[in-house]
């Protein structure tokens, strides 16, 4: 049928160009973003599921955080006990040198001179009230600290710390209280501030050699801690890198697909706009009609 007022060819070559213009259009979006789903409706279900991931990896970088400053805190005060240790081994030394027969008074005196200095420093890194190790003030703010937490005092439940992105997932370490048993022996002072332990006493050896090892135990305690924290810093790391793909291959683009895609829809569009020329000229056939 020859009409003039309706061109179906022309309306549908144009229908089609629209339609290559708008794909051209999302393959050119995606292709400058770097993104699969411009538009929730490029892939609803992705989008949805691309979101939790990327809030589960969100946690997962939280948790390796986490996991990080705890080693911190695990390797800050292991550097510190085995400072204690140094300290002790001198002092152990000391009460021996001090129980030398050819030594005078004036010599023992010195001894002990650098015996309670050794024990100021213990005393000062390990901190505590005066109903924990007595003296006349409490020391509050002991060097044995890291970032304002007691790193050596009391604490029953331990330090939790979050080793995973879901609830639940925590380790717990445990407490080194060197205010007690043998090192309280070492750094307790009386009302007066004068210490217990002097480096002539009979049994100074004794409770040096029990503080060494109470010291040791707590080392060993906070190691197998480290070990675990630095196991579970590893697994939260691949954890993160796996997420990551996981969410690439949901929202990004694969250039070499999509640029293909972009080429497909460049030449539709060409082609498609030069049907369309075609069509609407497909009306001046009538005129012969007329002529």
């Known amino acids: 049928m020859s009409v003039i007022n309706t061109n179906i060819q022309a309306?549908?070559?144009?229908?089609?160009?629209?339609?290559?213009?708008?794909?051209?259009?999302?393959?050119?979006?995606?292709?400058?973003?770097g993104s699969k789903i411009v538009n929730p409706?490029?892939?609803?279900?992705?989008?949805?599921?691309?979101?939790?991931?990327d809030a589960q990896n969100r946690r997962v970088k939280a948790a390796t955080t986490n996991v990080q400053n705890a080693v911190s805190f695990v390797?800050?005060?292991?550097?510190?006990?085995?400072?204690?240790?140094?300290?002790?081994?001198r002092m152990s030394e000391l009460a021996i040198l001090a129980k030398d027969v050819t030594k005078n008074s004036t010599d023992v005196a010195l001894y002990q001179e650098e015996f309670t200095?050794?024990?100021?420093?213990?005393?000062?890194?390990?901190?505590?009230?005066?109903s924990e190790i007595g003296g006349t003030t409490d020391i509050d703010t002991p060097l044995g600290a890291f970032n304002g937490i007691t790193l050596f005092g009391a604490n029953a439940s331990g330090l939790t710390v979050t080793i995973g992105q879901a609830v639940g997932q925590d380790m717990t370490i445990a407490e080194s209280n060197l205010r007690q048993d043998d090192m309280l022996d070492i750094i307790d002072q009386d009302a007066s501030g004068v210490y217990a332990l002097s480096v002539t006493d009979s049994n100074a050896i004794a409770?040096?050699?029990?503080?060494?090892?109470q010291v040791a135990s707590e080392r060993a305690t906070l190691g197998a801690a480290q070990s675990r924290l630095e196991l579970?810093?590893?697994?939260?790391?691949?954890?993160?890198?796996n997420l990551g793909a996981a969410i690439s291959r949901i929202r990004?683009?694969?250039?070499?697909e999509e640029s293909t895609q972009y080429a497909k829809y460049n030449i539709l569009v060409q082609s498609g706009t030069a049907m369309l020329a075609q069509a609407n000229k497909t009306p001046e056939s009538v005129l012969r009609l007329l002529q």
């Open 207 to 213: 409770d040096i050699t029990g503080a060494i090892q």
């Open 75 to 89: 390797q800050t005060a292991d550097g510190f006990m085995g400072g204690m240790t140094k300290i002790l081994s």
């Open 11 to 33: 309306i549908a070559a144009a229908r089609n160009l629209n339609a290559s213009q708008e794909m051209l259009g999302r393959s050119l979006t995606r292709l400058s973003s």
């Open 232 to 241: 579970a810093s590893k697994t939260l790391q691949v954890e993160y890198e």
């Open 252 to 256: 990004d683009v694969d250039v070499a």
């Open 41 to 53: 409706s490029d892939d609803a279900a992705g989008l949805a599921v691309s979101e939790k991931l």
């Open 117 to 130: 200095a050794l024990q100021d420093q213990l005393r000062a890194t390990i901190g505590g009230t005066t």
